[in-house]
């Protein structure tokens, strides 16, 4: 959930050296900056330092980070002929560099501290795909699910091939556990995401190596437990606007939970947030499976000693 990231000055540092998209390409920097991190704030996993968006680019869309903008996809998919253009991908080798960031970070780090993969959901990156970066009510992409069906459907279908891939990639470079990260699944209803997001999870999760767990996080999802928990995934991810204790209840046992600190909280004095951190400690009350987390990414800004009074807390009620 964003452990590096702009709120922390060494990571700045190195950003004014290298790009973001450079550093994600170079790995000894990129593998230095996730092993740093972790070092820095003792957290018990370290997630490597990448982005959701790197496969657009063997995808052959384009992509930019332009300051202050967000993420541009620099040709989007908007016709069936897109989608039928899109290459054969050799994902191991054309992103080999982040395998290679997991493999370096794992010599680093040691068996201690597990090293966490990840990739976008495919419903997030087929959204990225073809809204062409940051959208507010997705209608771009929606309108390919309600007008263009079948080629939706051929959408998903390359891009969930193409994430087992990817994830299986980095488990065999090293990492533990994988994230699957559905930013943007918030935006469907349930029926819609039963017809046209779950069954793309169900194919991704199915397909990564027996035995490795996948968290499956999405915002906004209050609406959809029932299904995502249809995923297979081994935990749920949740933001901070359901109650942990209700969603586990829902989700059920045999499901582990992740969550849920609202990441604005780190903005608050301590006292609250240590408040906030023994609150969701009590929703979870001590059963086996909850991975302590915020529920959303640390954002840009945000005090570094607040991160660092959450952690102490989590270590001192957990
Ligand atoms: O160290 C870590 O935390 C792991 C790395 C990580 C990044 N992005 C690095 C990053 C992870 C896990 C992500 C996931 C990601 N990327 C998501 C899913 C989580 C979420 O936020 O919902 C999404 C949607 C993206 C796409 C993306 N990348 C966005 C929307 C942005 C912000 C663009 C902006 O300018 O505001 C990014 C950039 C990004 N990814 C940064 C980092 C550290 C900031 C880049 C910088 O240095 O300027």
Same mark, same amino acid.
């Given at each position: 959930?964003?452990?590096?990231?702009?709120?922390?000055?060494?990571?700045?540092?190195?950003?004014?050296?290298?790009?973001?998209?450079?550093?994600?390409?170079?790995?000894?920097?990129?593998?230095?900056?996730?092993?740093?991190?972790?070092?820095?704030?003792?957290?018990?996993?370290?997630?490597?330092?990448?982005?959701?968006?790197?496969?657009?680019?063997?995808?052959?869309?384009?992509?930019?980070?332009?300051?202050?903008?967000?993420?541009?996809?620099?040709?989007?998919?908007?016709?069936?002929?897109?989608?039928?253009?899109?290459?054969?991908?050799?994902?191991?080798?054309?992103?080999?560099?982040?395998?290679?960031?997991?493999?370096?970070?794992?010599?680093?780090?040691?068996?201690?501290?597990?090293?966490?993969?990840?990739?976008?959901?495919?419903?997030?990156?087929?959204?990225?795909?073809?809204?062409?970066?940051?959208?507010?009510?997705? +209608?771009?992409?929606?309108?390919?699910?309600?007008?263009?069906?079948? %080629? *939706?459907? &051929? /959408?998903?279908?390359? !891009? =969930?091939?193409?994430?087992?891939?990817?994830?299986?990639?980095?488990?065999?470079?090293?990492?533990?556990?994988?994230?699957?990260?559905?930013?943007?699944?918030?935006?469907?209803?349930?029926?819609?995401?039963?017809?046209?997001?779950?069954?793309?999870?169900?194919?991704?999760?199915?397909?990564?190596?027996?035995?490795?767990?996948?968290?499956?996080?999405?915002?906004?999802?209050?609406?959809?437990?029932?299904?995502?928990?249809?995923?297979?995934?081994? +935990?749920?991810?949740?933001?901070?606007?359901?109650?942990?204790?209700? %969603? *586990?209840? &829902? /989700?059920?046992?045999? !499901? =582990?939970?992740?969550?849920?600190?609202?990441?604005?909280?780190?903005?608050?004095?301590?006292?609250?947030?240590?408040?906030?951190?023994?609150?969701?400690?009590?929703?979870?009350?001590?059963?086996?499976?909850?991975?302590?987390?915020?529920?959303?990414?640390?954002?840009?800004?945000?005090?570094?000693?607040?991160?660092?009074?959450?952690?102490?807390?989590?270590?001192?009620?957990?």
């Amino acid at each position: 959930m964003r452990q590096a990231g702009r709120y922390l000055p060494a990571y700045r540092r190195v950003r004014e050296r290298l790009s973001f998209l450079d550093l994600c390409r170079n790995s000894e920097a990129a593998a230095e900056v996730t092993v740093g991190t972790v070092r820095q704030l003792e957290v018990d996993a370290a997630i490597v330092f990448a982005d959701i968006l790197l496969p657009l680019i063997p995808m052959g869309l384009g992509l930019r980070f332009e300051k202050g903008d967000g993420p541009l996809i620099e040709r989007p998919i908007r016709s069936v002929g897109d989608v039928d253009c899109l290459p054969a991908v050799d994902v191991g080798e054309s992103l080999s560099f982040v395998a290679k960031t997991i493999a370096l970070a794992r010599t680093d780090l040691g068996e201690a501290c597990p090293i966490v993969g990840f990739a976008g959901a495919p419903f997030t990156i087929a959204a990225y795909a073809i809204e062409g970066g940051t959208s507010r009510n997705f +209608v771009l992409a929606k309108c390919m699910m309600y007008r263009e069906p079948a %080629a *939706w459907h &051929r /959408l998903m279908t390359y !891009v =969930a091939k193409f994430t087992a891939e990817y994830l299986n990639m980095q488990i065999d470079a090293g990492a533990a556990a994988v994230q699957l990260f559905d930013s943007w699944v918030g935006c469907l209803s349930e029926s819609d995401y039963r017809r046209f997001a779950l069954p793309y999870v169900r194919q991704v999760v199915s397909a990564v190596r027996s035995g490795v767990p996948v968290i499956y996080f999405g915002t906004m999802t209050g609406g959809l437990l029932d299904a995502m928990r249809e995923t297979g995934a081994s +935990v749920i991810g949740l933001d901070w606007r359901v109650d942990l204790g209700e %969603a *586990w209840e &829902r /989700l059920g046992s045999g !499901v =582990a939970v992740q969550g849920n600190l609202d990441p604005v909280k780190l903005f608050a004095d301590a006292a609250d947030i240590r408040t906030a951190a023994r609150e969701i400690l009590d929703r979870a009350a001590a059963r086996p499976g909850h991975i302590f987390n915020l529920g959303h990414g640390v954002l840009p800004g945000t005090p570094v000693d607040g991160v660092r009074t959450l952690i102490e807390a989590v270590r001192e009620f957990g």
